[in-house]
């Protein structure tokens, strides 16, 4: 068996289930877990972090609650990836608990797929994660969107919660914004769907008793 090359670990179903979970869980907690909510506006796979242990770190949110509002929504509007934007942020530039759920949608697809969302700057196409999605039902040929890489160990998409996870990233990209589920709920389906074999990813911070619940 080849070993992976330094600085490329393998990203198996279990790692990116973790990875998706983390950042579930931080916007999640931005949404509801403090004194004054916060909508992160700028939900992309660029402002993830992820350390040895595959456990997620959401960053560059928080800054428009130090500026004029003004200013914050124009920041939020240029800010804001083509890939990710919800539909009701092309009328307006209000960003809201919802408009991060959507874009958590298309991250979730972008993990699944292993496809960027938007332009693609080599071709020019545009890739639109949640179409292929549709179109891939359609044509009964769902498991073929899924990353080559991801499938592989793995016995049932459906035992895995690979089926789910799909199924709940189109759910967080719904075109209406009230028919999207909350964060909280997102964490909710990801912990009932979590893959069997998930063996070495536990981070010797995380413990049963501590604030960061173990993968």
């Known amino acids: 068996m080849k070993k992976p090359k330094a600085g490329k670990p393998v990203l ?17 907690y931005l949404h509801t877990g403090l004194e004054v909510p916060i909508t992160h506006a700028n939900v992309r796979s660029k402002n993830v972090l992820v350390d040895d242990f595959f456990a997620a770190r959401l960053t560059d949110f928080g800054l428009d609650k130090l500026m004029i509002p003004s200013i914050a929504d124009e920041m939020v509007a240029q ?8 539909p ?5 530039k209000k960003c809201s608990s919802r408009t991060d759920v959507y874009a958590f949608g298309i991250l979730l697809l972008e993990i699944l797929i292993g496809k960027k969302p938007g332009k693609n700057g080599r ?7 949640p179409s292929m ?3 891939a039902v359609l044509e009964e040929t769902t498991m073929e969107v899924f990353d080559v ?8 998409p459906m035992e895995d919660g690979l089926v789910q996870a799909l199924k709940l ?3 967080c990209c719904a075109p209406v914004a009230s028919v999207r589920p909350s964060m909280d709920e997102v964490v909710r389906q990801l912990e009932e769907n979590r893959p069997r074999n998930r ?6 911070t995380e413990t049963r008793s501590g604030s960061v619940t173990p993968f």
């Open 12 to 28: 198996n179903w279990a790692r990116r289930h973790k990875i998706a979970l983390g950042i579930a869980r931080g916007l999640a």
């Open 79 to 86: 800010a804001k990836t083509d890939g990710y934007k919800a």
């Open 88 to 92: 009701e942020l092309q009328r307006m």
């Open 123 to 129: 071709s020019g196409e545009y890739v639109d994660l």
């Open 133 to 135: 999605v549709k179109v």
């Open 149 to 156: 890489e991801l499938l592989k160990g793995i016995r049932s």
């Open 169 to 171: 990233a189109m759910g």
């Open 199 to 204: 063996s070495a990813l536990y981070s010797p």
